[in-house]
């Protein structure tokens, strides 16, 4: 993944966490532990993007149209089939590992769609 990829990954992943408004100390963790097999490329500190990353989260997750912008947003950046497949799957166990709910499902399925289409 690139580095604009796996920025936009946390931050799907920090937003998926708020979608069934209850956030899990399982699913902290398991938000931390893929920032940490995802990587990362660059000179701005990851603690500091993640911290970021959570702000943005909470202020996108106050409405259904700002959760949907903003995944759209970030989606965006995910123009290629492997990291779009990555993102999905990272997403989806996230969520599934405190109980997947029907929530969880809606916010997949806005991931899912915002995703970039290729022509």
């Known amino acids: 993944m690139t580095q604009s ?3 936009a990954l946390f931050d799907l992943l920090t ?3 708020y979608a069934d408004h209850h956030i899990s100390l399982t699913e902290e963790a398991l938000v931390e532990s893929a920032f ?4 990362w490329e660059s000179e701005y500190p990851k603690s500091l993007f993640l911290e970021k990353s959570f702000v943005r ?4 997750a106050e409405s259904d149209e700002e959760m ?8 965006r ?3 290629n089939e492997h990291a779009q497949t990555e993102v999905l799957g ?8 405190d109980g997947f709910v029907a929530e969880d499902g ?5 991931l899912h769609a915002a995703m970039p289409r290729k022509q």
Do not use: Q
């Open 15 to 17: 937003l998926s966490i």
């Open 90 to 97: 990272v997403v989806r166990n996230v969520l599934t590992r």
């Open 68 to 75: 949907a912008d903003y995944v759209k947003d970030r989606a």
């Open 5 to 7: 990829e796996r920025e």
């Open 57 to 60: 989260a909470r202020a996108a």
């Open 106 to 110: 809606c916010f997949m399925a806005m």
């Open 77 to 79: 950046h995910l123009t």
């Open 36 to 39: 940490i097999a995802e990587g």
